[in-house]
């Protein structure tokens, strides 16, 4: 424990010395010195000469500072569309990466696929081995997180599918394994919108929808690990009263209609086969006063704000982070989103946008970061 308190403190004060550490720390000088030999032949920490003169004329100390490049780590997204495959540092830092289709490698091909990529980026970045800490993963759909068991993805056609056992015949790196949005939500708190924030909530908009809670800066799993679905939350009685095809089995009430998949198939159902359209083209057609474009469009921002209005009520959290392929379209919407959820609840949220392209990699890295017993274990 003195030796990863040791480690921390350097990290958090880059520069510092021996003396200090043993100060701030209430260690003696002896122990402190012994403790930082020791993360210096483990790679953890190096030592430098400080440039600036000691104030007293005497001899510079040495600085020790954090070796980020001493371990990395494997941030993967398992998307319903791609899979991305990261090369992570310790202090947040996407390395490398790789992305590969997801629907064009299903079944064991995705595996086989996943576990050449990690290698690929090991030999292109030439480490060894002993220079993974571990891989944390990111899946679509409720996952077990204990026992690393994917028990409903649909867009994978995974159905209680033991993910971590698979992979674990394969490496030999620890493997943690959580639902997408739980590790996207960690890597908002990490190094994303939501940082320093305690109550935060993340919706993703893709294929599906999800929404990642971290309450009092803690994951929120849920009793059988479904927080956060709220795909099947509906968000108006007379349209489910009139029922509605699935875009996937198992698919919820807001995902077939806020999803980017029904967005595109509402609006080609108007258009001929030559002229289908994706989500973001059907946008594009609503900012150009498309009728029917415009009007798929705001019956989507009403769903959406109807559901971000019920998550308020029920969590009240400091934050809401849209993130996912369709919010890059929603920036322009957003004073519709939130006069209609002013107009409904008096409880005050900032409703943002994720800033960065590998909030999901990094929250996958971040996820084995915390959860793995290791002297960098950053949750103790």
Known sequence: MNQKN????????????????????????????????????????????????????????????????????????????????A????????????????????????IEK?????????????????????????VPGITDFEKGIVIDAP???????????????????????????????????????????????????GTGIGCGMILENELYRGASYAAGEVGY??????????????????????????GGPAIASQMNKHLSKENEVTARQVFELAREHHPQAEKIVQDMIEHLSFALMNLIAVVNPQCIVIGGGIAKSLPPYLPMIQATIEKYIPIACEI????QEDMSVLGAAYLLLTEHDSIFNVNE
């Open 233 to 258: 939350m509906v968000t108006d009685q007379s349209a489910l009263n009139k029922g509605y095809t699935s875009m996937f089995a198992g698919y919820g009430f807001l995902d077939n209609h806020v």
């Open 114 to 138: 996943l576990v050449d990529s990690l290698y690929k980026l090991m030999k292109k970045q030439n480490l060894s081995d002993s220079k993974i800490l571990g891989i944390g993963i990111g």
């Open 352 to 355: 943002l946008f994720s800033e």
């Open 155 to 205: 867009t994978l056609g995974w159905c209680n599918y033991p993910l971590r056992q698979v992979l674990e015949e394969k490496l030999s790196y620890p493997i943690y394994i959580d639902n997408d949005v739980n590790v996207s939500v960690i890597g908002e708190k990490w190094q994303g919108a939501a940082k320093n924030k305690r109550n935060i909530l993340k919706v993703m908009l």
């Open 6 to 85: 040791v480690l921390l403190c350097i990290k958090r004060n880059d520069g510092i010395s021996r003396a200090e550490i043993a100060k701030v720390l209430s260690l003696s000088k002896p122990t402190t010195s012994k403790l930082v030999q020791e993360l210096i032949d483990e790679g953890w920490v190096y030592e430098e000469w400080r440039e600036e003169v000691n104030s007293l004329g005497g001899r510079r100390p040495l600085s020790l500072f954090f070796n980020e490049k001493s371990k990395y780590i494997f941030g993967i997204d398992i998307g319903g569309t791609n899979v991305e495959v």
């Open 87 to 110: 090369l992570v540092s310790l202090t947040g830092k996407v390395i490398e990466k790789t992305t590969f289709s997801t629907q064009q490698h299903l079944g064991v091909q995705l």
